[in-house]
Nanobody, 126 residues
Framework: VQLQASGGGLVQAGGSLRLSCAASGRTFSNYAMGWFRQAPGKEREFVAAISWSGGNTYYANSVKGRFTISRDNVERTVYLQMNSLKPEDTAVYYC????????????????????WGQGTQVTVSS
């Protein structure tokens, strides 16, 4: 599967952005999906994951209650709605795909991820 992330930009603290990740290639519903981010000088970190059906999700504690991951298997797209953004959310955001059986491992075992998008920059100004 190939992934293309978009939707990043510059936003003031407290604002919102919605990221999209469009998939092509193999059957999208075969994959659980995740979002990760990497801030300057820091390691890539897990943000959110969603099961192949969209029925299950989980989040990093730092974004819980502010971010929502969703997917549309017909449109072959996964989304990340980001509300109440903070300057510390500034990072390059990446989408990634894992086999549907690896959904619960996405956060703890990044080696299960089979494909990555190219990243989209999110900058939150204070």
């Amino acid at each position: 599967v190939q992934l293309q992330a978009s939707g990043g930009g510059l936003v003031q603290a407290g604002g919102s952005l919605r990221l999209s990740c469009a998939a092509s290639g193999r059957t999208f519903s075969n994959y659980a999906m995740g979002w990760f981010r990497q801030a300057p000088g820091k390691e890539r970190e897990f943000v959110a994951a969603i099961s192949w059906s969209g029925g299950n999700t989980y989040y990093a504690n730092s974004v819980k209650g502010r971010f929502t991951i969703s997917r549309d298997n017909v449109e072959r797209t996964v989304y990340l709605q980001m509300n109440s953004l903070k300057p510390e959310d500034t990072a390059v955001y990446y989408c990634a795909a894992a086999a549907r059986g690896d959904y619960s491992r996405i956060a703890s075992m990044p080696n299960v991820l089979e494909a990555w998008g190219q990243g989209t920059q999110v900058t939150v100004s204070s």
